[in-house]
């Protein structure tokens, strides 16, 4: 129910974009309906950034000392545009960043026109970098850099032809964000370069809110997810995406949901946007394609990729409306594979905006 109300608030209060529907009531058509407060994909203007810390770092081991000591409703901020190298933690010791239920983990991303801290590895296989060890934690305001932006689709398009997808783990894969407990929070960062997922939530991961970061270049075939959900649920929100093969991925295995708005995805992509799996892809007898999604007042740019692919047949309903699809087409932006029913569609826009004249 509280979704439903923001999606009509939304509608009653933002500037029209474009259509009418119903005694000149206006409707709200794709990302900049945007009523958050802030800009999408973060940056200059969030309107939620921290400036100080418990603890105040800019060395890998100060960050690493601080996060085994910091306990809930602590900050651990990482100052100014401190750049932190943990690749040689990562391949000496296994490093991972854990974060304690209820700790925020925070840079100055936007403030003053501060980049944010650099968090990064180079090592190929970082899995994760970060990760969460309970419930409430919260990652803002930081720059977290993969190891690996490539597509890599010649040696693994081979991998898989000799063995199937398990084949393509083989190969080194990175995430940025590993989280199986609920109510993670990640805002106002920057996520790039991580081969599987900038940000995995797992089996735990109950109502996780991605929202206002930039996420791009996860590109890795037959992988590369901006978001990945398994037995997960999500809002995901208010993000800027570009340049990943799919933006928001889901195993579809029962359990998995999410939300996708206020989202605006760029022209650059090597797969489909927005995926939720069946039961075909995951080989267990079904056609299962997750329990929900609403997709909603999102834009879609890339457009020599679908927009939307649900690969079966969700458990409940999906809804996708007042979103822009520069596609020419419904069938171009939106496609249901292996199975039909329960996706509903309606109120969308289609077609790019006209060019500007000369």
Known sequence: MKTILIVLTAMAVCAPAAGRTGQGARETLGAEANPTGSPIGGGKGYARPIARGDYRVTTAAALIAALKKAT?????????????????????????????????????????????????????????????????????????????????????????????????????????????????????????????????????????HVHHNHIHHCRRYGLGYGVCLDVAT??????????????????????????ARYNDVGPHANGHSFDMHGGRDRKDGTNVAGDWMKIHHNTFRAVRVAAVVIRGRPTKLVEIHHNWFYHATAAAAVRQVNAKGNVKTFANRHGAPPKPAD
């Open 72 to 208: 809930r409703g602590q900050v651990v901020f990482v100052e100014g545009e401190a750049e932190i190298d943990l690749t040689a933690r990562v391949r000496g010791e296994q490093l991972v960043l854990r974060i304690a239920a209820g700790v925020t983990l925070a840079g100055g991303r936007g403030t003053n026109g501060s980049k944010g801290a650099l968090l990064f590895s180079k090592e190929l296989k970082t899995r994760p970098l970060i990760a969460t060890s309970g419930e409430g934690v919260r990652i803002t305001g930081l720059r977290i850099r993969g190891p690996d932006p490539e597509i890599r689709a010649a040696d693994l398009s081979r991998r898989l032809r000799e063995g199937g997808h398990k084949l393509y783990y083989q190969f080194p894969t990175s995430d940025g964000i590993f989280c199986d407990h609920a109510k993670l929070e990640v805002d106002n960062c920057e996520l790039s370069g991580w081969s599987h997922a900038g940000v995995f939530l797992r089996k735990g991961a109950r109502d996780a």
């Open 234 to 259: 999500a809002l995901v929100e208010a993000n800027r995406f570009d340049d990943c093969r799919h933006h928001i991925a889901a195993t579809g295995r029962p359990g998995t949901a999410y939300e």
